[in-house]
């Protein structure tokens, strides 16, 4: 009975000891969220153009997010559709990625039969952005569907070329998105950093440029820091997120981001870091601004 007591003993210290370990890192989470105020003003470092992406804060109205990114100190706004630009520069915001509905994660420029639809609805968009002096303008590979890498970069070049011929004129970039294939987007093709280089080095083309998810790119291939600093030239975008979960980009998730921004920042980068967890405290804007405090480094 008492060898058993004993055992009882020693596996109750050893819980209580990891509780407290746990409730430790617990109560550092909480200080963190709670040392947050939406209504305090920090003062921005500026080496870090700041952005957010519109998708996850669709439950809060456009006005109030532009005027409330704007008191943050934020300098744009992410995946913005033409309709919803000016409502943004009211506030001294720019659209730091524009989008339409057409852009399509699945159906992109690795498949021939899209390309004519595609080159149409996009000159339209390029013209757009150009009159709002917008730079950049998303894109995508396309989903797989059995092409091989190679053909794939073939058939992206041949319907990218025409378009990156047309915005260069218009002082507009081409950006294609890095996704994971692995969890959020099954099939992407362009879900490797390697790949995109590869398909920019084909075209030879200045303005087509990578937007480097570095959620997405963690869950693909890791490597994070050593990979920006080698391709950073082929670069021009960064979205941020939390792995795994992409929610907030503090200690409570797998990557280090004040080590990640000060490389992206070493390579002498001007673009935007754009926020792009999905928050899951109750206060969204505390979230957000947590993640830009995080970031400028």
């Not at 995508?140 to 053909?151: I, V």
Request: charged share 25%; proline share 3%; hydrophobic share 35%.
């Amino acid at each position: 009975m008492s060898n058993k007591y004993n055992r009882r003993e020693v596996l109750k210290n050893i819980a209580l000891g990891s509780g407290v370990l746990g409730l430790g890192g617990i109560m550092s989470s909480f200080y963190a969220i709670n040392s947050i105020d939406k209504k305090e003003n920090f003062q921005m470092k500026n080496n870090v153009n700041h952005s957010v992406c519109r998708w996850p804060y669709q439950d809060i109205p456009l006005e109030e997010f532009a005027r409330e990114c704007a008191k943050m100190g934020l300098s744009g706004m992410d995946l913005l559709r033409p309709s919803e630009w000016e409502t943004v520069e009211k506030y001294g915001l720019k659209c730091s990625m524009a989008t339409d509905d057409f852009a399509n994660i699945e159906n992109g420029f690795n498949d021939p039969k899209n390309h004519q639809k595609l080159q149409e609805s996009y000159k339209g968009l390029i013209d757009k952005a150009s009159a709002h002096k917008i730079k950049n303008v998303i894109c995508f590979s396309g989903n797989r569907r059995e092409l091989d890498d190679e053909t794939g970069i073939e058939n992206c070049a041949m319907g990218l070329i025409p378009l990156l011929d047309y915005a260069a004129e218009k002082n507009v970039n081409l950006v294609m998105e890095l996704l994971n294939s692995k969890v959020n987007h099954p099939d992407y093709q362009c879900d490797h950093t390697v790949w995109g280089v590869a398909l920019a080095e084909k075209m030879g083309k200045p303005n087509f440029k990578l937007l480097y998810d570095i959620y997405h790119m963690q869950i693909m291939e890791g490597d994070v820091i050593a990979t920006i600093r080698k391709y950073h030239k082929y670069i021009n975008h960064y979205h941020t997120g939390g792995v795994p979960g992409r929610n907030e980009i503090n200690e409570t998730q797998e990557l280090f981001y004040p080590a990640i921004i000060r490389a992206i920042v070493e390579t002498g980068f001007d673009g935007y870091v754009a926020q792009e967890f999905q928050p899951t405290y109750n206060d969204k804007f505390a979230a957000l601004k947590e993640g830009v405090k995080i970031c400028d480094v």
